[in-house]
Every structure is written in structure tokens, then in C-alpha cells.
């Protein structure tokens, strides 16, 4: 049995099927080529449509990259909300990242989990909108997501002067890419 990388588990590789005459596949090809066949069973580890969208919707810290020219892209963790097919973050607007992204256009996440069987969901599109975060709509809901409902007060009202200027990025994701191991 062949292995993966990573010690994961060993590949199940299937017999390769006989020539009619009960070679080897091939046997008979002029110079004896012996190439065999092997493959995966069909099953996939992506996720269905309806497998992301759940995956998206549960907690979990969101890897933010957005182009930056002449250098790597800016590659950050966010907290971020994902509800009908749109995903939403808050970000200063002054910072780094929100002058990258106003120039971005685009921006690609990945979110994972950190336990086995690993799952991830990576996403990239555009960024339809920047705008006003506002304290009740955007940030309290985000804080309480991440941190609990008392947690998640109290850091919006220890932190309500310091980020009365960020902004909410909205983005609707139109290239995916996603993997469940649990599917192995």
C-alpha cells in the first residue's frame, strides 16, 4: 500500500485488471510495457454545497488574504460572519488591511478546523462593499459570536472609542474550494 504525506492513512490501491489473456495490463503492448492502473475509489472530500454552507456558519477564525502590489499578499486572521451567501467582516479602515482592501477589489479566506478529521472551506471574490460598521448591527454580534454574549459586551464596551471607525467588508465568494477528511 502506498502512503500519503503526512502519515495519514495508507492509499487502498485496487488490483489492476487482467488482459484477456490473464496478464498483466499492458504485457502485450510492443516493448513490454507493464504500466499499471491504479485509482481512488470515486468518493469525493469536497463538501456539498449545503456541507460548506453550514461549515461557514459555525465558529471558526477566518484566514484573510488580500493582494498587495510588489510584495506577498497581506495574509491575517479575522473574525467574520457568513449569512446568505455573503461573508462580512469588520476591519479598521485605516489600517493596513483596510487600505488594501479599498484598493483589493478581491480577497481570498480560508477557514479550517484545528481538530481531526480536518475540514476547510477556501473562499475568494469580490468585495461588494465597504462601509460603516455599526456598533449593534455589525460589531456586537460579531464580539458575541466569537467571545459569548457577556464576553462580547464587555470587549465592544471596553473597546467602543478605539474601533468607532472601522468599517463592515462584504464579499460574496464566486470560487470555492473545499475538503472534508471525515469523508475518507
Not at 114 to 132: D, H, L, M
Request: aromatic letters at 6%.
Amino acid at each position: 500500500m502506498a502512503r500519503r504525506k503526512g502519515n495519514r492513512k495508507p492509499l487502498a490501491r485496487a488490483a489492476a485488471p487482467a488482459d484477456a489473456d490473464g496478464g498483466s495490463p499492458g504485457a502485450s503492448r510492443p516493448g513490454g510495457s507493464h504500466r499499471l492502473a491504479s485509482w481512488r475509489s470515486p468518493v469525493t472530500l469536497a463538501m456539498t454545497r449545503q456541507e460548506r454552507e453550514s461549515f461557514l456558519s459555525d465558529v471558526h477564525v477566518g484566514v484573510l488574504s488580500i493582494p498587495e502590489e510588489g510584495r506577498g499578499p497581506l495574509t491575517v486572521p479575522v473574525w467574520y460572519t457568513y449569512e446568505a451567501g455573503e461573508l462580512r467582516f469588520v476591519t479598521a479602515r485605516t489600517s493596513r488591511k483596510g487600505r488594501l482592501l479599498e484598493r483589493a477589489g478581491r480577497i481570498s479566506l480560508c477557514v479550517q478546523t484545528e481538530t481531526s478529521p480536518y475540514k476547510y472551506v477556501s473562499i475568494e471574490g469580490p468585495i461588494i462593499a465597504i462601509e460603516p460598521a455599526d456598533l449593534e448591527r455589525d460589531r456586537r454580534p460579531l464580539a458575541r459570536r466569537y467571545l459569548g454574549a457577556d464576553a462580547g459586551d464587555a470587549y465592544i464596551e471596553e473597546t467602543r472609542d478605539e474601533h468607532a471607525a472601522n468599517v463592515l467588508v462584504r464579499v460574496r465568494p464566486e470560487r470555492w474550494l473545499t475538503v472534508d477528511y471525515a469523508k475518507e
